[in-house]
């Protein structure tokens, strides 16, 4: 079966460069989640859409911004990047209404040096 | 935010089940998940339970929930060494997850 694909897997950048992240959900499903995980800590919710639409909005800095296309698609911008949004950035696939329709990518682990 | 509280670390031997507790604090938690979480690897949901559920049995994996005490725990029985990960524990009461720090289990031979 067709699993959540995250890219890239992993990206390199410097302070005050701009990043971005994309995911491509599994089909079908209408709903996508981005949580951001340090090092060492539990994922934290930074945003999530429906249908295109933002849903709910976490801890997400002002610097970032995401966006889900027609084609179901996620991408999470990443502007002024610091030395603190080095982590893994997972997203989640998911069908909205099914508790247990629900797959995480593998990540992107950014590193901002 | 809502605390999800649980022991960082576990050890137990091949064979024996294993506990991993958790402590939640928001009262209106609506499904509650265990989460397994392997080196370089995405987050493997491996059960959830309804909160108005107090038990459910899923293969090796028991999902205990006491609700007047906000404490859920995933029992393994039988734990192998591919068992060996993190596992978070995870409450939602709207839509987006509110994990735990993690339990990082150890099985030794």
């Known amino acids: 079966a067709a699993g959540v694909i995250q890219s890239p897997r992993h990206l390199i950048k410097e302070k005050r460069e701009t990043a971005t992240l994309k995911c491509y959900p599994i089909?079908?499903?209408?709903?996508v989640y981005w949580y951001q995980q340090g090092p060492g800590q539990d994922p934290q919710f930074l945003i999530s859409?429906?249908?295109?639409?933002?849903?709910d909005k976490g801890s997400i800095p002002d610097r970032f911004s995401a966006q889900q296309f027609s084609d179901y698609h996620s991408e999470l911008n990443m502007s002024s990047l610091e030395l603190g949004d080095s982590a893994l950035y997972f997203c989640?696939?998911?069908?909205?209404?099914?508790?247990?329709?629900?797959?995480f990518g593998p990540g992107t682990r950014l590193t901002v040096t | 935010g809502e605390d999800v509280e649980q022991s960082l670390f576990l050890s137990v031997r091949e064979g024996d089940s294993s506990v991993i507790n958790c402590t939640y604090t928001?009262?209106?938690?609506?499904?509650l998940y265990w989460y397994k979480q392997e080196p370089g690897a995405g987050l493997q949901l491996l059960t959830y339970?309804?909160?108005?559920?107090d038990m459910k049995q899923d293969q090796r994996l028991t999902v205990l929930l006491n609700k007047k005490d906000k404490h859920l725990s995933l029992r393994i029985a039988d734990t192998q060494t591919g068992d060996s990960a993190i596992y978070f524990c995870?409450?939602?009461?709207?839509?987006?997850?509110?994990f735990g720090k993690g339990t990082s289990l150890l099985v030794t031979p």
């Open positions: 989640a696939s998911i069908s909205s209404g099914s508790v247990d329709e629900q797959y």
């Open positions: 089909p079908r499903h209408d709903t």
């Open positions: 859409f429906y249908e295109k639409m933002q849903s």
């Open positions: 928001d009262s209106s938690s609506t499904y």
């Open positions: 339970i309804f909160s108005n559920m």
């Open positions: 995870a409450e939602s009461s709207r839509y987006a997850l509110n």
